[in-house]
């Protein structure tokens, strides 16, 4: 069973794919981002990419980095907007996993980045790797 992590950034979904066993699936797809979110057909577009992304690659669970809703380091609106439409996914599991979640993880367990790995997808594949082990 694969598990996918996301961390969303301004208008992008960064995506890392983690294996039971910690590993990193290497896919294609890297990030997908979200053009012009005033526009309902770019949102609905970027939710069919998703949308295929998720079948085309097996993916039953998602977790997601949570951003701030308030405060310094708050989410802006294009994020919220992109976390909704991955919740949206039928069939899919998603879980949203703190900050504070995903370190303390990462300290107990010491996730391995892997060279496949881009250094912009680390979060992602911490995040998918913390809600692995969280179960």
Known sequence: MTLCGIEIKGSEAIIAVAAQDLTHVALATKKIALEDDDEAANVKAFARQVAAFVRDNGITRIAIKKRSK????????????????????????????????????????????PATLNKYQHEAFKTACSALVKK
Do not use: Y
């Open 70 to 113: 308030k405060g310094e380091f708050a989410g802006g609106p294009t994020t919220f907007k992109i976390e909704g439409v991955l919740q949206l996914l039928d069939g899919v599991e998603v879980t949203l996993l703190s900050p504070q979640t995903i370190n303390a993880q990462n300290k107990k367990h010491d996730f391995a980045l």
